[in-house]
């Protein structure tokens, strides 16, 4: 992936507008060389688009509409969230997908009419405990792209993936950074296959109890295009020491670009 890492911070149902205020007040100190971005709950968008202003931060929701309008009581329209500055939107979240009972044809609905208001969509897709112990993952993560390829086609290089293990999420062990390269490498041919784009075309992060202390080296595998934080988001100079990591791998990318010999994965002696 040539394209700087993003980090986008999930903060699902937490969050305050005086959290919004301190994490603006740190990125305003200095930030890090990579795309960052929050998705936070839908009341606090405003707050965002206030604090944010002037910041490198960009913010999103967690979820939308697969409407643009109409009588569908309790749902946001995309373009409603757009109308608060907003760039990106989650869809298609386990919890969603769990709790709410979302099938693979209603997250890419959700996708098409995100990107149609200007939002850039973070498509999640990943295996449970069972999926993954019965070898299903590849046929769950098929299964979850079809339609999204069906529906969007060549436009898929307007969408972000996110590769989220369901028994990864909160469980404080990210998925083995050889398990997040296979998986980020089996998407990205599924992709190929079915729209002709490369990998280099389409960005795919990881997510899944992402932490300071495993970004630098789940940020190392090939073809991981940046990460998706839950909990760590939360905490503003952990969601900072997140990006430090991303911006590191930029440096090493750029280095490579460039000509210099820095190995994935290395650290830059600077």
Not at 21 to 26: F, G
Not at 58 to 84: K, M, N
Not at 165 to 181: M, N, Q, R, Y
Not at 237 to 256: G, K, N, T
Request: include cysteine.
């Amino acid at each position: 992936m040539s394209a700087p890492p993003l980090v986008v911070g999930n903060w699902k149902m937490h969050g305050s507008t005086a959290l919004v205020r301190a994490l603006a007040d740190l990125a305003r100190q200095g930030w890090p060389a990579c795309e960052a971005a929050v998705c936070l709950p839908h009341p606090l968008l405003a707050a965002a688009q206030m604090a944010f202003a002037g910041t490198p931060l960009r913010w999103g929701a967690q979820d939308c509409s697969c409407e643009a309008e109409g009588p569908f009581t309790g749902e946001v329209a995309p373009g409603l969230i757009r109308h608060f500055g907003a760039r990106f939107v989650i869809v298609g979240h386990s919890e969603r997908r769990d709790r709410h009972g979302e099938t693979d044809g209603q997250v890419a609905a959700k996708a098409q009419r995100a990107l149609a208001e200007g939002l850039t969509p973070i498509v999640c897709v990943g295996e449970k405990a069972e999926e993954r112990d019965g070898d299903q993952t590849a046929a769950t993560l098929r299964r979850q792209l079809l339609p999204l390829m069906r529906g969007l086609g060549r436009d898929l290089a307007s969408v972000v993936i996110a590769y989220e293990p369901v028994w990864a999420i909160g469980s404080k062990d990210a998925a083995t950074p050889g398990l997040i390269e296979d998986a980020h490498a089996f998407i990205a041919d599924t992709l190929l296959f079915h729209t002709g784009l490369s990998a280099r075309a389409v960005r795919i992060v990881y997510g899944g109890s992402v932490t300071p202390n495993n970004a630098d080296a789940i940020l190392a595998r090939q073809g991981v295009g940046g990460l998706l934080v839950g909990g760590a988001s939360l905490a503003p100079a952990e969601f900072l020491a997140v990006c430090q990591a991303a911006a590191r791998c930029a440096h090493r990318l750029e280095r490579r670009g460039a000509g210099g010999s820095t190995a994935p994965g290395s650290t830059p002696a600077d």
